[in-house]
C-alpha cells in the first residue's frame, strides 16, 4: 500500500476518535500544514464536538501501537520482516511445487518432506515472533490488528486470498503443524496486564516488601485500625494481599472498629441487592431506556483489552452497578466515562478470592455467595469515590470545567515553555484533559497503574478531587520532550490523547505521584504561586 494510501486509512480509521476540532468522521484528511480548529462558543457546543473524548473504540491498540514511542521500532520491524519474508519464501516454494507437477509415485514423499519443512519454517516464525513479544509483548497485538503494521505481517495460510495457489502438500502440512505445536492462550496486550512490568514473572518478596506487608497485617489486626497510620503506610503504594481490606477501609465503606465490619458487610451488601429488586426492572421503563441503552453500549468497552472484562457475567453485574447508581443519583445519572471507575474496585475485590493473575480469570468458577460480594463492594466504594467528585457528572461538568481551568493555570506556572508551545499551535488543554480528568486518567494509564495510583488517591486527602490536579500536572510535563518536538495542532492532539504508558509499571507511577506531590506542596497552600 502507498504512502498516501495509509494516511487515507489512518484517517478513516481514526476520525470519530479525533476530537472535532481534529477531523470529523467522513471528512476528508487534513492538508499537512496545521490546521486552526474550530473555537467552541460554550462547553456545551465544545462536548458535543468532543464527544467521543473519552469514548475510545473498539481498535485502541492502533492509536497505542502508533504512539508506543519507547518501543525500539527498528528491532521490531527488523523482525517481523523476516517472518514476512519467511512467509514469502514459502509461498513461492509453493508456486513452484504446482509447476513441477511431481510423479505420483514421489507425491507422497515429497508432501512429507514439505509438511517437515513447513513445520519448521513454522517453529521459525513461532521464535520469530516470540522474539518481537519479547521487545514488547503489544507488537504481536498490535500486528494483529493496528493499520500501521502492514496486513501482511501475520498472514496465515487460512486468510490467503481465495484465488491463491494451494497444494495438497501445504493443506497437509498445515495439518501436520496444527497438531504438532502447543496450543497458545490468547496473548494478552502489555497494556492490559496487571502484573507490573518492572518485574519478570513473580519473583520472590524483597525483604522490605515482606517488612511492609507485615506492617500493614499488624496495624489491621488491632481492634480498632488507626486510619490515618493507615493513609500513611498506603500512600506509597498497598501490597496485593491486603488491598481489599485496605481500600474498604480508606474509602469509608468499612468501620474502623474490627467487631463492626461483619456486621456492616452484610447489612450493606443486603441493601445493595434490595436495590436490585427495587429497581432494576425498571431499565426497561420509557424514562429509563436512555440511560441502560446507554450504559449497555458503553460496558463492552470498557477495557476490551483484558478477556475478564468481556465475560458476559462480569458484563451484567458492571450494567447493574452503573444502573443502580444512576436511578439513586438524578442529579447527574449516568455519564461516558464512570463505567471505567468500576474496574479498578472490581479487579481489586476479585484479588480477595483468587491467587492467580486475574486477566483471564473466569469468575464463573466462583461460589454465587463471592461474586454477589464483589458486586455489592464494589458498588459501594464506587459509590463513595463518585461522592466526592459528582460536580465532574452533574449538567456541564463543571468540576471538570473548573479542574482543566486550574490545570492550564498550573502548567502555565511550572512549565511556561510547554503552556506556550501548546497556545503557539492553538491546543486548547479542554481538548484532551477533559478525559484525564472525566476518567481520571484512566484511559491514559494501563489499569495495573490506575490500581497503584488509587492506592495513593485514596490515603491521599481529597485525592479524586484535589490531588489529581497535581498528577495530571505532572503527567502533562513528563512528557516535555516529546510535547516541544511536536510542530502542528495534529501531532500534539494525537500525541496527547495516545501517550505511550504501555510498559508502565509502579515504578514509573511513585515517581510521577511523588513530582505531584511536590507540586501541590509548592503551590496548593500558595495562591500568588498559583496564579500570575
Known amino acids: 500500500m502507498s504512502s498516501d494510501g495509509n494516511k487515507k486509512q489512518f484517517w478513516k480509521r481514526n476520525a470519530a476518535k479525533v476530537p472535532g476540532s481534529l477531523i470529523k468522521a467522513g471528512n476528508k484528511p487534513p492538508p499537512a500544514t496545521p490546521g486552526k480548529p474550530k473555537k467552541a462558543t460554550t462547553f456545551q457546543e465544545f462536548e458535543s464536538i468532543t464527544s467521543d473524548a473519552w469514548d475510545v473504540g473498539d481498535d485502541d491498540d ?3 501501537a502508533m504512539a508506543a514511542q519507547n518501543l525500539n521500532i527498528e528491532v521490531v520491524m527488523e523482525t517481523a520482516n523476516k517472518v514476512i519474508e519467511n512467509h514469502s519464501k514459502q509461498q ?5 511445487d504446482d509447476t513441477t507437477e511431481p510423479g505420483q509415485g514421489e507425491e507422497d514423499a515429497q508432501e512429507e518432506v514439505a509438511a517437515e519443512e513447513l513445520e519448521e519454517e513454522e517453529e521459525d516464525e513461532y521464535l520469530r515472533v ?5 521487545i514488547s509483548p503489544d507488537a504481536s497485538f498490535a500486528s494483529q490488528s493496528s493499520p500501521y503494521a502492514d496486513s501482511r505481517l501475520v498472514k496465515s495460510h487460512s486468510e490467503a486470498p481465495i484465488g ?4 495438497a502438500a501445504g493443506e497437509r502440512a498445515g495439518l501436520h503443524r496444527q497438531r504438532s505445536l502447543p496450543h497458545r492462550p490468547p496473548v494478552i496486550p502489555l497494556v492490559a496486564r496487571m502484573a507490573d512490568q518492572n518485574t519478570s514473572g513473580t519473583p520472590a518478596m524483597t525483604e522490605r516488601e515482606a517488612s511492609r506487608l507485615d506492617k500493614f497485617k499488624q496495624l489491621l489486626a488491632g481492634p480498632n485500625t488507626d486510619l490515618e497510620e493507615l493513609r500513611k503506610l498506603s500512600w506509597s503504594g498497598i501490597p496485593r494481599q491486603v488491598r481489599p481490606i485496605a481500600w474498604k477501609l480508606l474509602s469509608g465503606y468499612l468501620p474502623a472498629n474490627a467487631e463492626r465490619r461483619e456486621s456492616v458487610l452484610q447489612r450493606k451488601r443486603q441493601e445493595y441487592f434490595g436495590f436490585i429488586q427495587q429497581y432494576y426492572d425498571s431499565r426497561n421503563d420509557e424514562h429509563h431506556q ?3 441503552r446507554q450504559i449497555h453500549i458503553d460496558i463492552p468497552r470498557t477495557n476490551p483489552l483484558i478477556p475478564l472484562f468481556q465475560q458476559a457475567s462480569v458484563q451484567e453485574i458492571f450494567e447493574r452497578i452503573l444502573f443502580i447508581w444512576a436511578i439513586r443519583h438524578p442529579a447527574s445519572g449516568y455519564v461516558q466515562g464512570i463505567n471505567d471507575l468500576v474496574t479498578p474496585f472490581f479487579v481489586v475485590f476479585v484479588f480477595e478470592y483468587i491467587e492467580e493473575e486475574v486477566e483471564n480469570f473466569d469468575v464463573s468458577s466462583l461460589q454465587e455467595e463471592a461474586l454477589r460480594n464483589i458486586e455489592a463492594d464494589s458498588f459501594w466504594c464506587m459509590s463513595k469515590l463518585l461522592d466526592g467528585i459528582q460536580d465532574n457528572y452533574t449538567f456541564a461538568q463543571p468540576g471538570i470545567q473548573r479542574k482543566v481551568k486550574a490545570l492550564e493555570e498550573l502548567v502555565s506556572r511550572i512549565d511556561e515553555s510547554v503552556h506556550r508551545h501548546m497556545q503557539q499551535y492553538e491546543v486548547e488543554y479542554l481538548q484532551f484533559a477533559f478525559r484525564w480528568m472525566n476518567n481520571l486518567l484512566m484511559r491514559e494509564l494501563p489499569l495495573r497503574c490506575t490500581i497503584r495510583l ?11 478531587s484535589h490531588f489529581h490536579l497535581y498528577v495530571c500536572a505532572a503527567f502533562l510535563v513528563r512528557w516535555r520532550k516529546e510535547i516541544l518536538e511536536e510542530r502542528d495542532f495534529q501531532g500534539l492532539m494525537i500525541l496527547l490523547q495516545n501517550l505511550p504508558t504501555m510498559h508502565w509499571g509502579n515504578e514509573e507511577v511513585s515517581v510521577l505521584l511523588a513530582e505531584a506531590y511536590r507540586l501541590k506542596f509548592a503551590f496548593a497552600d500558595a495562591p500568588n504561586h498559583y496564579k500570575r
Do not use: H, K, N
Request: hydrophobic share 25%.
Open 62 to 64: 492502533e492509536l497505542l
Open 92 to 96: 513461492e516454494r509453493q508456486r513452484q
Open 130 to 134: 516470540e522474539e518481537v513479544e519479547a
Open 164 to 167: 491463491s495457489p494451494r497444494d
Open 290 to 292: 436512555d440511560t441502560y
Open 454 to 464: 488509587w492506592d495513593t488517591y485514596q490515603a491521599e486527602p481529597e485525592g479524586f
